[in-house]
């Protein structure tokens, strides 16, 4: 090889070390904003009743870039808190008021089955956003954590609409200077205050409705919170001294 094509040589190497993309520069692929690093990630903590209902959740959201896991020694940290349980029952209830107490973040409930009448306890406990666990899958998962992080709400359309009429409800007693009125009690309390009232027991009045115990209680639990009374014996005098029963 002469000198000269030693020097060809070497002014096309120089050339394409100057073209070549060097590694992150702009001329490489092009990232994605969520995929560097965990800027954007929303960080996440996953409590569930059992391991198997934690780990199904967790496999999913793994896969997503828009999650950040928690681990449980983190979970202080987090901005969402996701709780996946079969039924809201007594247990979870006071585990949602344990979590409202302990993390800043906001909450998030997977259910798998839930009762109407169950939507006020979850709204006294802090939760912003349901979805049924039929419903769980990859996207709404996260679509649920992020409008969660963006200070939204999510509710199943059934849920929505019953918490529209409640509110509606609770601003008709506001309004009404006389206090209970009939507009402030449903067709279904206003029985179950007249069966207390007859002395039957919550088994016995769950019978008689044909709905089950824990709705009973939380029908009657409502009663009593919406209208700031004591205890079941205080709102079935209320009631029958403004003629409502």
Known sequence: MTSTDTTREEAVTNRRARVAPRPGSAAGP??????????GQVRVAVYAEDLIL?????????QRPEV????????????VSLLVVDALTETVTEH????????????GLVVGHFEAGGLQTIVECGVAAVLRRSEADQDRLVHLITALANGEGVMPGDLLGELLD???MLQRTMLDGRGLTLSTLTARETEMLRLVAEGFDTSEIATKTSYSERTVKNVLHEI????????????????????LI
């Open 30 to 39: 092009r990232v994605p904003e969520q995929l560097r690093g965990r800027r």
């Open 54 to 62: 934690q780990t199904g959740v967790v496999q999913q959201l793994r």
């Open 68 to 79: 950040e896991l928690l681990s449980e020694s983190e979970a202080g940290r987090a901005e």
């Open 96 to 107: 949602l008021r344990r979590l409202r107490l302990a993390t800043s973040g906001r909450l």
């Open 166 to 168: 409640r509110i509606g």
């Open 224 to 243: 009593i919170t919406r209208l700031g009374l004591r205890n079941r014996a205080h709102a079935v005098g209320y009631a029958m001294r403004r003629g």
